[in-house]
């Protein structure tokens, strides 16, 4: 955000788009620790009992800690089938992007 507004930036808008969540996304106890570590938000278990991580609930949260707003338009993609999932179906699984928007003064 620092950088955004040094270089003009006057209104950040976050959206946090579709990701694998955390009732979804296992990770070994390790990699749990160090990331909560660094943003405890992230910190989840899976939906089967074992060490998560929510990617978006710790993005929602830096966004928020610096004032950015956070639009949430966010779903499983391991749970929607019609959203492509790495850990759903494998090396078949399509690929998703991402952009940025830059809007001129209004």
Do not use: K, N
């Amino acid at each position: 955000m620092e950088r955004m507004t040094a270089l003009g930036a006057r209104r950040v808008t976050a959206w946090v788009g579709p990701h694998i969540c955390g009732r979804c996304y296992e990770v070994p106890a390790q990699l749990q620790d160090e990331v909560a570590a660094a943003v405890p938000e992230s910190r989840s278990t899976t939906s089967w009992g074992t060490p998560g991580l929510d990617i978006g609930a710790g993005v929602r949260a830096q966004l928020t800690a610096v004032g950015v707003p956070v639009v949430d338009a966010a779903r499983c993609t391991r749970e929607s089938p019609d959203l492509y999932s790495y850990r759903r179906d494998g090396a078949a699984a399509g690929r998703s992007a991402g952009l940025v928007r830059l809007r001129g003064a209004a």
